[in-house]
């Protein structure tokens, strides 16, 4: 999803040429997602699991609030989650939509390319990796399910998070 093209306020940059994604925009992702994720972090060889519910949906000021809460699972424990980023339509000379925080920092552009967002000496390379039609012969549409992969290295962290998300039925805008 995520990746460049323009500035880049917190060294993320474009790193391959878009792949034929152009229905993945953040207007055509309103409404509910249901999603699985597994964490996989390399170094202790642990693998966390969460599962739960993402929301998109249009905020009065034009940006689209991608809200998702679930579940973490790892050994015998589990723990509730949740997290808000925001999808920031373009303004000014920026002629594409971006990624921030819930308070407002940059992540990074919105993309069908791999976006690379570095936080502190960690990397951190975001990718679709599929985007799959609910009919095998039909082509894929927005109503399709995705996978995001984060892989993410560097001296603090190393892990890959996969999360495909599934169209909750009914609850798309």
């Given amino acids: 999803m995520p990746g460049p093209r323009g500035g880049n306020p917190d060294g993320a940059h474009r790193v391959r040429e878009a792949r034929n994604l152009s229905c993945v925009t953040p207007s055509q992702l309103l409404g509910s997602w249901s999603f699985t994720r597994t964490i996989a972090d390399h170094r202790s060889r642990s693998e966390y699991r969460a599962g739960g519910t993402a929301t998109f949906g249009a905020e009065p000021d034009g940006r689209i609030r991608w809200f998702e809460e679930g579940r973490l699972v790892w050994q015998a424990r589990s723990s509730a989650f949740t997290r808000t980023l925001f999808l920031v339509p373009p303004a000014g000379d920026n002629a594409d939509w971006s990624v921030t925080f819930e308070d407002g920092r940059f992540f990074h552009p919105w993309s069908a390319d791999e976006v690379v ?46 999360t495909h998300y599934q169209p909750c039925v009914g609850s798309r805008v």
């Fill in 117 to 162: 967002h570095l936080c502190g000496r960690d990397t951190y390379r975001g990718d679709v990796d599929s985007l799959t039609s609910p009919d095998p012969g039909a082509a894929a549409d927005c109503q399709a399910a995705w996978t995001l992969t984060w892989r993410v290295t560097g001296p603090a962290k190393d892990y890959t998070m996969r």
